[in-house]
């Protein structure tokens, strides 16, 4: 199990950009693969984005492919999403996840076991 802290969320106009931060405790982030939900007021927790251990796969749903990127630095044991093209429906809490194992074809919540505590992202239209 890993510790998790998002950081970065805010108020942003819809079409705006911003970029979330999970900054990983511990000597073995590289171990992890990692992943970003997010949960609208009254809505299922949903899956957003993940990537592999080294970053050479991603893996996005289908409503925010080609508008947010995943990446990460295991140097600085942190996972970045970047958000272009904000639409009101991306506000929601986001949260960070890590498995230790390899990844799914289709990542779901029950697939991940550390979570951060999330991040408001509110967008004005």
């Known amino acids: 199990q890993v510790q998790l802290v998002e950081s970065g969320g805010r108020l942003v106009q819809a079409g705006g950009s911003l970029r979330l931060s999970c900054a990983a405790s511990g000597r073995t982030f590289s171990s992890y693969a990692m992943g970003w939900f997010r949960q609208a007021p009254g809505k299922e927790r949903e899956f957003v984005a993940a990537i592999s251990r080294g970053g050479s796969s991603t893996y996005y749903t289908h409503s925010v492919k080609g508008r947010f990127t995943i990446s990460r630095d295991n140097a600085k044991n942190t996972v970045y999403l970047q958000m272009n093209s904000l639409k009101p429906e991306d506000m929601a809490v986001y949260y960070c996840?890590?498995?230790?194992?390899?990844?799914?074809?289709?990542?779901?919540?029950?697939?991940?076991?550390?979570w951060g505590q999330g991040t408001q992202v509110t967008v004005s239209s």
């Open positions: 996840a890590a498995r230790s194992e390899l990844l799914p074809l289709f990542p779901s919540v029950s697939d991940f076991g550390s």
